[in-house]
Every structure is written in structure tokens, then in C-alpha cells.
């Protein structure tokens, strides 16, 4: 018995169709690689990022209450933790002791300033009294002694010595009230500046007081935007000092870090749109455009950054951080974005 010959494959009418088909579709499906890698440069190096606020207390107290529970959403101004006011009160209460003292030194120093500036003006209308009266008691002695001169007879001595000695009497007088009015004038000045110390001392006390009530309202640690409480790690009976981290709050405007290598950079600009995908709902298409991209790469602000100053060293493609921006967040409680989810990103260059 003898084999039949075996046809040949180009003979076989639906192996060549099946092959020419495929050699199509991978024609056709290189084809659009190459046109989609023209017009698309993609990551999947890109994570879920967020400007996350640190909470933190501006002064030290022990915790009494804590008003959140972890994950909670919050809004701006809502209390988050409660310090133990009492000695913040017992300062406010001594600031304002010192306040209401500092008000009675200020109307003091008033009233003295009003006395000293009533005994300065005495003290110059006494002045002008003793010149007056310095005035006429020498024109006098020079008048008896103009006559007593033409005619002895006309005035006595005892006339003429006694207006001398009235003369010489009313130029001390005059002397004396010029002195007095210079030690008036002095204390008018002293009663000034003890006003003006009293002035500083009482804006001291209410600088006091306001520095006294900011710090019993700093003893509730509130939200300053709304956002999601994180990494709560206060609890009441903690003893907390200024600049502790007591949680992190966590905004809904989140963005993408995408870095992408620096031989993808050429053709990327912002504005370009985005295609998002997040690792964790597949499902999920959304849209985003390019808003920055980072002036260095990214290990350029490592804590050690590479120094190729030897002669041996390999030539490493670097990745530099892009920024891009949702054009709309889901508002799905179900599927919320947080920060460090993957991501995988297609930029449309073309």
C-alpha cells in the first residue's frame, strides 16, 4: 500500500486563509502600536498625591478631649482636639488684672500732669506779678534818687533807703517765682513722661491680655479646611508640646505625581490631556490635563543625590515628576482618591 502524497500547505485552503489573517490583523495591530505610541506617552510610575495639612497645637497643655475619630471627614473650623484650659484662664485672668492696674496708673499720671500744668501756670502768673512789682519798685529808687539829687531837701534818706530796699526785695522775689516757675516747668515734663510710661505700660497689659485670650482659644485645636482625618496618634491624657503632629487632615482636591523618563519629556507640554487609570478601580476612566512639569528629576532632591564626579559610573535614565490635575474628582464615597494609590497615565502629545 502506498502513502498519498502529502499536499502542501499553500494547498490547503483554510490553513493559508488562517494564516494570512493573522498575518493581517498583526500587520493592522502593529500599525496602530506605532500610531498610538506616536500620538500617547504613557506610565504606569505615577501615584495618587496630596498637600495634607499636619494638625498641630500652638501651645502645650495636656489633651482632655478628643472631637474625631480616624477617617472621619471634617469641615474648616470644626474642633478636632481640646487641651486643659484652666492654666491659660488663670493667665487671662492675671493679664487682665494687670490690664485694669496699668488703666489706673495711666488716669494717675493724668491727674498729676493736670496738677503740674496748674502749678505752672501759678508759677508763671507769679512771675509776671514779681515783674511788675520789680518794674515799679525800681523805677521808684531811681526816681527818689533823681530827686534826692537835684534837692536833698525833697526826699529823706530813710525815703530813699527804704525804696532801695524795696527795689533789691522785689528783684529776689523775681528771681525766686522765675525759679519756681523752672522747677513747675520741670515737673510738668516729668508728669509727661510718667504719662507716656504709663501709655506703653497699658498697651503692654493689653497686648497681654489679647496674648492671654488667643492662648485659652488655642486650647481647641480646630481644622483649618475641610478634609479626611489620617495617622491620628493623640488620645486623651497626652501631654502635647507645640508642633506635635496630633494628625494629619487630608483635602479632597488630590492630584497626579507621574514620572515619567526623561527621554518621554520631549513631546510633553502643559495642557496636553491625560487618560487615568487607578490600580485600585480598574472600571474607573477618568480625565486630567498636565499642569506642571518638575525643573529636575526627581533624584536631583534625594537625600543623597548621585555625584558622577568618578570615572566609573553607568548612565542611568532618569524619571522627572510631572504634575497633573483631575478635570473632575468622583464624588463617590465608594471610591475615593487617596493619596499613594497607583496610577497608570496616557498622555495625548498628538
Known sequence: MTDKPRR???RRPLLAGTLMLAIIAGAIGGVL???????????NDAYIDVVSEHVSPRIAGQVIRVLVND?????????????DPADYQNQLAQAVAEHSRAEAQLSQTKAQQAIAEAQLEQARANVAAAEANASNTASDWRRYEQLRKEDADAVSQQQLDNTAAAAKNAAAQLEAARKAAGAAQAQVLQARSQMEAAQAGLQGAAAQVEQARRNVSYTKVQA???????????????????????????PPQVYVTANFKETQLARVRPGQPVEIRVDAYP????????????PAAGQAFSVLPAQNATGNWVKIV???????VFEEIPNDPERRLGPGMSVEVRVLVR
Open 8 to 10: 502542501r500547505w499553500y
Open 33 to 43: 502600536l506605532w500610531r498610538h505610541s506616536r500620538s500617547h506617552e504613557s506610565t
Open 71 to 83: 477617617n472621619q471627614d471634617v469641615k474648616a473650623g470644626q474642633p478636632l482636639v481640646e487641651l
Open 283 to 294: 472600571d474607573l476612566k477618568l480625565r486630567g490635563h498636565i499642569d506642571s512639569i518638575q
Open 318 to 324: 532618569q524619571r522627572v515628576p510631572v504634575k497633573i
Open 224 to 250: 483649618s479646611l475641610d478634609g479626611r482625618v489620617a495617622t491620628k496618634t493623640v488620645a486623651v491624657g497626652n501631654y502635647v508640646q507645640p508642633g506635635a503632629q496630633l494628625m494629619a487632615l487630608v
